[in-house]
């Protein structure tokens, strides 16, 4: 499925056409991905799977305008508990399945309460990471949203500077100065100098994002394997978005997510966007170095202002187009620019990469 099929396909989805032959392109080709992984150049499928994880935000966003539209008339089908549950129960499964639940078992029973309180707390702010992008999705835009999660990333970096003693490089200091600039003029210039409700979400996202980050850094990745810590992350995810529906709305809550077409759209969130861009993220991730990888995923942003301008239909202002520009050489200067890290810790980081940034599963 090359980008131009897959950017098609959600615009179908979004339309009332015909579901059989939707959902038959749908799974054809899954079945054909499936089928000849193995055979595909690794680099191709690591940078298929960030153009088709920078579609949860524009989808998010789709199913929040017209989510009444696609249940039929229901006044609000769309909750954060209910795409964010059916996401990462369908992540952990997948993950589950992939790397084996009896292995993943082994690695949870080898490790001390210290290790699997970290995996608990990794996995409840990575739903309050979650919940907070989709909030802010309604008051903000998709390229705001994907623009001002670069942020994060800053963040962390300056945190493990403070707490870990972790050397910062010029080029670093410079391309993150150049984040922050263009952060800023996203978050003042586009709303007349006034803090944006959805912006100031966003960047509460980006704060636990490096939170996220150092906690693993400091706990969990020395001492947990991978596939363990993507496991638990969404699993206690799914867990946590469950409970929150069941006590504050009770079971009828997960009623309205199989309403009209629109259990269709969130059979397809899951298992595409997310599942489908998991399989291929750990498939690369298993044949490429760490610093082809830091490379080739510099650039994933722009995945997500495209989609942003493709299927939410917004077209970039002028501000936004030069915060954009600011923000991505910054981005490329801090990557290109930092030491080469440990093996180990920078596949943990750029696990946490996938799964954070700007992501709504």
């Known amino acids: 499925m090359n980008l131009k099929g897959l950017v098609w396909f959600v615009k179908k989805i979004c339309q009332h056409g015909d579901i059989e032959k939707i959902m038959l392109f749908a799974i054809s080709n899954i079945s054909m991905t499936n089928f000849s992984i193995n055979t595909i150049n690794p680099k191709f499928l690591l940078i298929l799977s960030r153009a088709i994880a920078a579609l949860r935000t524009a ?26 549950f059916v996401g990462n129960l369908c992540a952990a499964l997948t993950v ?4 084996g639940f009896s292995n993943i078992l082994e690695d949870l029973k080898s490790l001390n309460l210290k290790i699997l309180g970290g995996l608990f707390l990794n996995g409840c702010l990575a739903t309050l990471l979650s919940g907070l992008i989709f909030v802010a999705l309604k008051d903000t835009s998709v390229t705001n949203a994907v623009l001002l999660a670069r942020f994060g990333p800053v963040l962390y970096a300056l945190g493990g500077a403070l707490l870990l003693k972790k050397k910062i490089s010029i080029p670093e200091w410079f391309g993150f100065s150049l984040i922050g600039v263009g952060v800023l003029a996203i978050v003042f210039k586009t709303n007349n100098y006034q803090i944006n409700r959805g912006d100031l979400l966003i960047l509460g996202s980006a704060v636990v994002y490096a939170l996220i980050s150092l906690l693993g850094k400091t706990v969990i990745s020395d001492n947990c394997s991978l596939r363990t810590i993507v496991f638990t992350r969404n699993f206690i995810s799914a867990i946590v978005f469950f409970c929150i529906a069941i006590v504050l709305f009770g ?23 997310i599942v489908l861009a998991q399989i291929l993220w750990y498939a690369s991730l ?17 995945f997500g202002v495209i989609y942003a301008l493709l299927l939410n239909g917004e077209r970039p202002s002028g501000t936004q187009i030069i915060a954009f520009i600011i923000i991505m050489i910054g981005v490329a200067i801090s990557t290109f620019g930092k030491s080469k890290p440990k093996e180990k810790e920078k596949t943990i980081e750029l696990s946490q ?8 599963s």
């Open 59 to 84: 989808i998010i966003a789709i199913l929040i305008a017209r989510g009444m539209e696609l249940s039929g008339g229901i006044e609000m089908p769309i909750s954060f508990c209910n795409v964010l």
């Open 353 to 360: 990469e996938a799964e954070s940034t700007a992501s709504t």
């Open 251 to 273: 079971p009828i809550h997960f009623r309205d997510v199989v309403s009209g077409r629109l259990w269709i759209i969130m059979g397809i969130y899951a298992f595409i966007v």
């Open 96 to 99: 589950g399945f992939w790397f």
């Open 286 to 302: 298993g044949k490429l170095d760490s610093r082809t990888v830091g490379r080739l995923t510099v650039f994933s942003p722009v």
